[in-house]
Nanobody, 122 residues
Framework: QLQLAESGGGLAQPGGSLTLSCAASGVNFDDHAIGWFRQALGKEREGVACIRGRVGATGYIDDVKGRFTIARNNAKNTVDLQMNSLKPEDTAVYYC???????????????WGQGTQVTVSS
């Protein structure tokens, strides 16, 4: 049975770091893509990063390039999002989702976790 569960959210100071994890049971990482999305209060959900396949092809929105890293953790069967140099505008609920392709468009993902809150504030 497919289940996605996010963890690792919380409060961070500007410039700080957090690592989010997406535990994905029932997902074959070799055949599926995992995307991380976020939705800030009053804004639309946007794709942040994605990863797919054995090679682990990745994609990022420009705003997080060089700050966020998405990676598979095979030992824990998770997909982690390492977030560094956090900014207040990174504050949002972060979701992971399963799709077929590594794309930052939410329409291409068919299973979603419940989300985890990330707040960046001093």
């Amino acid at each position: 049975q497919l289940q996605l569960a996010e963890s690792g959210g919380g409060l961070a100071q500007p410039g700080g770091s957090l690592t989010l994890s997406c535990a994905a049971s029932g997902v074959n990482f070799d055949d599926h893509a995992i995307g991380w999305f976020r939705q800030a209060l009053g804004k639309e959900r946007e794709g942040v990063a994605c990863i797919r396949g054995r090679v682990g092809a990745t994609g990022y929105i420009d705003d997080v390039k060089g700050r966020f890293t998405i990676a598979r953790n095979n030992a824990k069967n998770t997909v982690d999002l390492q977030m560094n140099s956090l900014k207040p505008e990174d504050t949002a609920v972060y979701y992971c989702a399963r799709g077929t392709y590594c794309t930052l468009q939410a329409i291409h993902y068919n299973s979603w976790g419940q989300g985890t809150q990330v707040t960046v504030s001093s």
